[in-house]
């Protein structure tokens, strides 16, 4: 199997912008299509040379991935170190989306000043919803700063499952429940909705 700085060559040689692209063991995913420049002739070039890593062109992860731009790039510094704070398939999606940031701002994934936790968009309206139901103050609990980062939390949890072909537990609570199903059922976007409203709270808060 080919090692990551061979195949990061590679793709620069064929004129594919790495700063797009998340290359693991045995995948290279596109994350922005058009800024990588991965055409089908290049990955068929790509393809010829390293016929055991796999290219995904998979429209979800792109959303994703340019959903957790909006949080990345206005939080991480250059350089700075990232520790994951996650198990297992989310874990792995995490540092999947990180990995591209160790070349557009040469930040290191493991140990670091700045810790990465799972939480998606969902988790942030359950917790708020969370917050009603109890009779607190409604808070935004996974907003990022410049230690703590949320690199899903504009990203619906259908999303990631979608991606992983896996299931995430967004509560255990079943009032709120209840309450996600409803609205995701009868009202239009009202993840986007509350979340701006979520985030005016944590600025004005």
């Not at 040379?49 to 959303?63: D, H, K, L, M, T």
């Not at 999606?93 to 557009?104: D, N, W």
């Not at 996974?142 to 949890?157: M, N």
Request: aromatic fraction near 8%.
């Amino acid at each position: 199997m080919p090692g990551k700085m061979e195949i990061l060559r590679a793709l620069s040689e064929l004129g594919v912008d790495t700063r797009f692209v998340s290359v693991t063991d045995s995948e290279v995913l596109i994350n922005n299509l058009r800024f990588s420049r991965f055409s089908r002739r290049r990955e068929e070039e790509f393809s010829s040379r390293y016929p055991e890593i796999r290219v995904v062109r998979s429209g979800i992860f792109q959303r994703i991935c340019s959903r957790a731009s909006r949080v990345l790039a206005s939080i991480l510094r250059p350089r700075v170190g990232v520790r994951i704070q996650a198990e297992g398939e989310m874990a792995n999606a995490l540092h999947v989306i990180l990995e591209p940031y160790t070349r557009k701002y040469g930040i290191r994934i493991g140990e670091g000043e700045v810790t990465a936790l799972p939480a998606t968009l969902d988790h942030s309206i359950a917790a708020a919803l969370e917050d009603m139901v109890r009779g607190e103050p409604i808070r935004y609990h996974h907003r990022s700063t410049s230690k703590v980062i949320y690199p899903l939390s504009t990203v619906p949890a259908a999303w990631i499952e979608s991606w992983l072909g896996t299931e995430i537990t967004i509560t255990t609570n079943p009032i709120v429940a209840e309450f996600m199903e409803f609205f995701n059922e009868n009202v239009p976007q009202f993840r986007d909705k509350m979340r701006k409203s979520l985030e005016f709270i944590g600025e004005n808060g």
